[in-house]
């Protein structure tokens, strides 16, 4: 498969790619800066100079043409301001949505937040972040044309992972390793009868290939 990632080099992007291009897979990651690209070239993927923030639909579209998936794991960052939060979290997202509908690629995965929410309240920048989350959530929701899926990861940390998690639709707050949010990624690009689900991922007790499977049979 052919599998292009926005936001290639973040920390859950670059282990995905690794993942996916390790068995085998075509792997392109979207990236803003080419000094990034060496650390995609380290793991076997593909870096696509293009920036989400200024991009027309036009010019993502032609970096998504032949792929079969699409996975949204950019995000503003941390220390970035609420406006960027805007432009990344929920503006680049509904870009690359609408990127995968105009070149048919159905299997779309959004890599949100738990707590996201459009309407959420308050003045922070993490409101905001959980609003321009929210929004794009319900942007994707809105496009017949694509096979969604949306995860929402409890805390991220480093740990190592684990390979066992919570995946359902409400799991409450909790934390999960990157790792661990990269290896159900995988497994989410592999089953689409996940599509039109918004599950929130944390650590738990169930093996992640029986977790995905066990909520697509639901």
Known sequence: MRIV????????????????????????????????????????AEP??????????????????????AVFAAGAGP?????????????AAALFADAAVRTNVRRFIIVSSMGADPNHQGDEVFDVYL?????????????????????????????????LVRLEASTGRGQIPRDDVATVLVELVDTPATAGLTLELIS???????????????
């Open 48 to 69: 696509v100079l293009c920036d989400l923030e200024s991009a027309t639909v036009e010019e993502v579209a032609a970096h998504l043409q032949g792929a079969d998936a």
């Open 131 to 163: 609003r321009a989350k929210g929004a794009a959530d319900a942007y994707v929701r809105s496009l017949n044309a694509l096979d969604w899926t949306i995860l929402r990861p409890g805390s991220l940390t480093n740990d190592p992972g684990t390979g």
């Open 204 to 218: 738990g007790s169930a093996p992640v290939s029986v977790a995905v499977k066990s909520i697509a049979g639901n």
């Open 5 to 44: 990632i926005a936001g290639g080099h973040g920390q859950i992007a670059l282990r995905l790619e690794q993942l996916l291009a390790a068995r085998g897979d075509e792997v392109a990651g979207i990236i803003r800066r080419p000094e990034q690209g060496d650390d995609l070239r380290a793991v076997d």
């Open 79 to 91: 220390g970035s301001g609420a406006a960027r939060k805007d432009t990344v979290d929920r503006g």
